[in-house]
Antibody, heavy 117, light 110 residues
Framework: QVQLVQSGAEVKKPGASVKVSCKASGYSFIEYAISWVRQAPGQGLEWMGW????????NYAQDLKGRLTMTIDTSTSTAYMDLRSLRSDDSAMYYC??????????WGPGTLVTVSS | IVMTQTPLSSPVTLGQPASISCRSSQSLEHSDGSTYLSWLQQRPGQPPRLLIYKISNRFSGVPDRFSGSGAGTDFTLKISRVEAEDVGVYFC????????FGQGTKLEIK
């Protein structure tokens, strides 16, 4: 069965960076993209971007370009999301999702990132 | 593309039907012929879960009381008979041009 296991909660100071991992299993990793979606407390969903697990090509949301980097390690079937210059409004639950033909079909449990001085 | 859901809150009696509408600011029909409109369910304290993809296709394991319909810019999610486990927030999502989500509709039991 498809599983996405994410790294643990993080607390960061404003201006710092955070790197969240997402380890996939139960499917052929390189055949599908991974997308990242975040959700501020009590708020809706915000798409951050996606990365092809086959060739590493990325597509980032315009608002996050310049601060966001997504990478893939095919040897461990793990995707990474690196967000820099953190602000308080980056505090959110961060989800990785498997992408099948643009559908976000499986979701990880989420990683809570708190940005606070 | 802006996605607008109505209502934002829907109190429903157990066993009764429920309906959520989603309107997009432009047509979601992609040049490849597909319409990338999906519905997600988020139960309290859980990550979102895919229910319906490409307007009307139920994802694996989704009960057949859930159905999706629509075309162009207007889409609907229907639950034929609401059960207690259906409580949560429902989001529509488009992936035709980048990805955007509706604001969410909170389904609660009366």
């Amino acid at each position: 069965q498809v599983q996405l296991v994410q790294s643990g909660a993080e607390v960061k100071k404003p201006g710092a960076s955070v790197k969240v991992s997402c380890k996939a299993s139960g499917y052929s990793f390189i055949e599908y993209a991974i997308s990242w979606v975040r959700q501020a407390p009590g708020q809706g969903l915000e798409w951050m971007g996606w990365i092809s697990a086959y060739n590493g090509i990325t597509n980032y949301a315009q608002d996050l370009k310049g601060r966001l980097t997504m990478t893939i390690d095919t040897s461990t079937s793990t995707a990474y999301m690196d967000l820099r210059s953190l602000r308080s409004d980056d505090s959110a639950m961060y989800y990785c999702t498997k992408v099948d033909s643009r559908d976000l079909d499986y979701w990880g449990p989420g990683t809570l990132v708190t940005v606070s001085s | 593309i802006v996605m607008t859901q109505t209502p934002l809150s829907s109190p429903v009696t157990l066993g009764q039907p429920a309906s959520i509408s989603c309107r997009s600011s432009q047509s979601l029909e992609h040049s490849d012929g597909s319409t990338y409109l999906s519905w997600l369910q988020q139960r309290p304290g859980q990550p979102p879960r895919l229910l319906i993809y490409k307007i009307s296709n139920r994802f694996s394991g989704v009960p057949d009381r859930f159905s999706g319909s629509g075309a162009g810019t207007d889409f609907t999610l229907k639950i034929s008979r609401v059960e207690a486990e259906d409580v949560g927030v429902y989001f529509c999502m488009q992936a035709t041009q980048s990805v955007t989500f509706g604001q969410g509709t909170k389904l609660e039991i009366k």
